[in-house]
């Protein structure tokens, strides 16, 4: 025969928390909202240390136009560094891209 919910909690015995006065209880109580408190404020100062500020547009659409996979050789891009010229892909893998910069007039 299985055992019942009260054979099993009689097997178990007294929590340990069961047995503290009421003085500990209240001291554990406040310690517990102490550091709640701390880690409340700890959070609060840290915020701006979370907040990532996000890329300007400038340099977005920069990195976006420098990393184009459609380019062609003699193709200019404009960027938040000025014009420049795309001669195209080099290196060994053949993904390097290589810009030259249009001087000014």
């Given at each position: 025969?299985?055992?019942?919910?009260?054979?099993?909690?009689?097997?178990?015995?007294?929590?340990?928390?069961?047995?503290?006065?009421?003085?500990?209880?209240?001291?554990?109580?406040?310690?517990?909202?102490?550091?709640?408190?701390?880690?409340?404020?700890?959070?609060?100062?840290?915020?701006?240390?979370?907040?990532?500020?996000?890329?300007?547009?400038?340099?977005?659409?920069?990195?976006?136009?420098?990393?184009?996979?459609?380019?062609?050789?003699?193709?200019?891009?404009?960027?938040?560094?000025g014009l420049f010229l795309f001669r195209g892909?080099?290196?060994?893998?053949?993904?390097?891209?290589?810009?030259?910069?249009?001087?000014?007039?």
């Amino acid at each position: 025969m299985p055992p019942t919910t009260d054979d099993q909690t009689s097997d178990l015995g007294p929590s340990p928390d069961s047995l503290l006065s009421r003085e500990d209880w209240k001291r554990r109580i406040e310690e517990a909202r102490k550091r709640a408190a701390l880690a409340r404020r700890d959070w609060q100062l840290n915020a701006p240390l979370r907040m990532l500020a996000p890329d300007p547009p400038e340099k977005i659409a920069t990195q976006r136009v420098l990393s184009d996979d459609t380019l062609q050789p003699g193709d200019i891009v404009s960027t938040d560094k000025g014009l420049f010229l795309f001669r195209g892909r080099s290196g060994a893998d053949g993904q390097t891209a290589d810009f030259v910069p249009i001087a000014r007039r």
